[in-house]
């Protein structure tokens, strides 16, 4: 067994699902807040479980990547009233499988406000 250890925090691995389908997606409303929701079926073991999915944010898809160390994804989520920065870079294992690495880095006061001016100044 490998004994290294390593700091998780802000950090972590998606993997391709192909055992879940979303059968349920939309709001709902918990303390005067809207909070956007699905409801997940996975098979596990041959028995059916389903999973309530919370969004944390809105991410995008970096197509302009400034350079190779720049995320593949990414945007800001809002995760217990605390603003980030998520990032997530394709990967390919050593067994030859796809997954994303994940990154969170909490947001400055200055990002902060630039994206609540953003959203207040969005056309639509």
Partial sequence: M?????????????????????????TMQINGEEIYSAIVKTKVKGED??????????????????SERSPDIGGPITWNN??????GWKK???????????????????ETVAHKTEVEEAPF
């Fill in 49 to 66: 479980k389903y999973e309530l999915m919370v969004s944390a944010g809105l991410l995008h898809l970096n197509e302009e990547k400034k």
């Fill in 82 to 87: 605390v603003q980030y920065k998520f990032g």
């Fill in 2 to 26: 490998d004994d290294k250890q390593y700091d998780k925090e802000l950090k972590g691995f998606l993997w391709h699902e192909t055992g879940s389908t979303v059968i349920r997606k939309g």
């Fill in 92 to 110: 390919v294992s050593d067994k030859g499988n796809e997954y994303t690495a994940v990154s969170l880095r909490v947001k400055d006061d200055e």
